[in-house]
């Protein structure tokens, strides 16, 4: 500890309890000691995070790092490992540099959504940027966990160019064209000369992130958001059939969200508005939700972005299409994209890439302020029979638990994310067991269907890695060894996604 203040200074480390509590997972189960962290260690600078892991690297104590640590169904900044110090980035927050003409910008770990949003603001620029739905994590950090966003560039970690990496011996790295002294390229082609090393640090703990290139792109001439709702539960297969096509072909060119009638009404109202029995909300009353205006079983959010013509030419295929769902209704807005006005709706600002804090009311169904969340999210194709066999196995699960179905399903190109967004009362002992008992029943049984979750949270990362079980766990045995070879002290964030190094495997 004195090796670390003497580094980091007195406000860079810190082992008060009060400033403690902020590190552990906000939605732990209450009484329950939870993945607890001994210190929070704040580096301002690359050199500081350098100093922090030669110092770790003497003593043998375990770092688990984080950009802004918000990921809050995912267990937030909590350590995997408890007893280990917290290494936050929060302080290493600036925008080093942005380029209009190539529409990219160079980002320190703990720049959040709204720093980069206000940071082309404030300087005149018109680029626009990816967000996801809350605005308040990092944008390093989100794109290192394959998150995503809602516009074009919704994919993050695809339009990610070029990282700065602390090793964990402390050796400093530049990956692609970074690896040149002077490079003109580096955030602007993704590939060097050899191996390409920059997938190696997502999801796991083989270095630190301290700087990364994202792409950004220019305002487009128009922006269309649109809104589908569907009248039965059962539309949901027919709808995912015809979105496939507009996917593939780019007509829809962000990432849609579908959210079930409950999901959407939590965005609005706590559960209390609709019902106040025992047991997971009644059919008859999801009906009364989904007869609400703009509400329906399911609604989509989407948008068109382009020259006007081609918009205009986008929506007409996307109202044929699903034209041919029964009861669907399909509207749009339509704005100047290079000259938007204030936008209200917190969806329409999500997909224009403007940072929003309003959809974290999803969280307060059960117990208000103190409701909480756990992610259960499955990668599949864009199918049908896929989209009902994830819904049916997770509803069924989550109903057997006195749970309701919060259903959330993010679309891509090829492939979508069904979340079941696992909602508790955070006071409540035996519904917090509940949920996180549900989520962890789900893993072996989705796994069977060929769904592996795509990222976990912290109280059963093991438990999900042990199902990418191919040739005896090939993949987690190939990470061992670069676990090894980089890391042989095992000081980077022990337990992340499954991946302990040698001395914590037994």
């Not at 900044?77 to 003409?101: H, I, K, T």
């Not at 996307?318 to 709706?345: C, M, Q, W």
């Not at 042989?488 to 991946?499: A, D, E, T, V």
């Amino acid at each position: 500890m004195v090796a670390l203040e003497q580094a980091l200074g007195p406000d860079g480390v810190l082992t008060d309890p009060a400033s403690l509590a902020e590190f552990r997972d906000p939605f732990a189960p209450a009484g329950q000691e939870w993945y607890e962290p001994s210190a929070v260690l704040m580096p301002a600078s690359t050199e500081e995070v350098q100093a922090i892991v030669r110092i770790a690297n003497e003593h043998g104590t375990p770092l688990w790092t984080n950009g802004q640590g918000r990921n809050n169904g995912y267990g937030g900044p909590a350590p995997r490992l408890s007893g280990s110090f917290v290494l936050s980035l929060r302080r290493m927050n600036r925008v080093l540099e942005v380029d209009e003409d190539s529409a990219w910008a160079l980002l320190q770990p703990g720049v959040r959504f709204f720093d980069l949003y206000d940071h082309l603001r404030a300087t005149g620029s018109k680029l626009w940027m990816s967000v996801p739905d809350l605005g308040w994590g990092s944008v390093v950090g989100n794109t290192l966990d394959h998150g995503v966003g809602y516009t074009p560039l919704g994919d993050h970690l695809a339009n990610q160019c070029g990282m700065e990496v602390v090793l964990p011996d402390g050796e400093l790295l530049r990956t692609g064209m970074g690896g040149m002294s002077n490079p003109r390229a580096w955030q602007v082609f993704k590939h060097g000369c050899g191996p390409s090393a920059d997938g190696l640090f997502s999801q796991s703990n083989f270095g630190i992130v301290t700087q990364m290139g994202m792409w950004l792109m220019p305002p487009p001439e128009c922006y269309m958001p649109g809104w589908l709702t569907l009248r039965k539960d059962s539309d949901l297969e027919l709808l995912l059939e015809k979105l496939r096509p507009l996917m593939l072909d780019g007509t829809i060119p962000n990432q849609p969200m579908i959210i079930n009638a409950v999901c959407a009404a939590s965005a609005f109202w706590g559960r209390q508005d609709w019902f106040t029995g025992e047991g997971p909300i009644p059919d008859e009353v999801i009906d009364r939700i989904a007869d609400t205006p703009g509400f329906g079983r399911w609604v989509m959010r989407f948008a068109l972005y382009g020259d006007e013509p081609v918009v205009e030419h986008q929506r007409r295929k996307v109202e044929a299409a699903f034209g041919h769902i029964p009861g669907a209704a399909v509207t749009f807005s339509k704005y100047d994209g290079r000259n938007l006005p204030e936008l209200t709706n917190p969806h329409e600002r999500v997909q224009a890439g403007i940072p929003s804090m309003d959809l974290d009311r999803m969280t307060r169904w059960y117990g208000g302020e103190k409701g909480g969340h756990i992610g259960f999210s499955c990668a599949m194709p864009i199918t049908g029979q896929d989209g009902a066999a994830i819904r049916d196995m997770v509803a069924s699960e989550l109903h057997a638990a006195g749970l309701d179905y919060s259903g959330v399903i993010i679309v891509g190109k090829r492939h979508m994310i069904h979340v079941g967004l696992v909602v508790f009362d955070t006071e409540d002992a035996a519904q917090s067991k509940a949920a996180y008992d549900a989520c962890k029943r789900l893993v072996g049984p989705a796994a069977k269907l060929g769904y592996g979750e795509y990222r976990s949270h912290i109280d059963f990362m093991d438990l999900v890695a042990d199902q990418y079980d191919f040739n005896n766990h090939a993949q987690r045995r190939f990470a061992e060894t670069i676990k090894d070879a980089l890391d042989p002290n095992g000081i980077l964030s022990p337990g992340k996604q499954g991946i302990w190094p040698r001395a914590w495997r037994s």
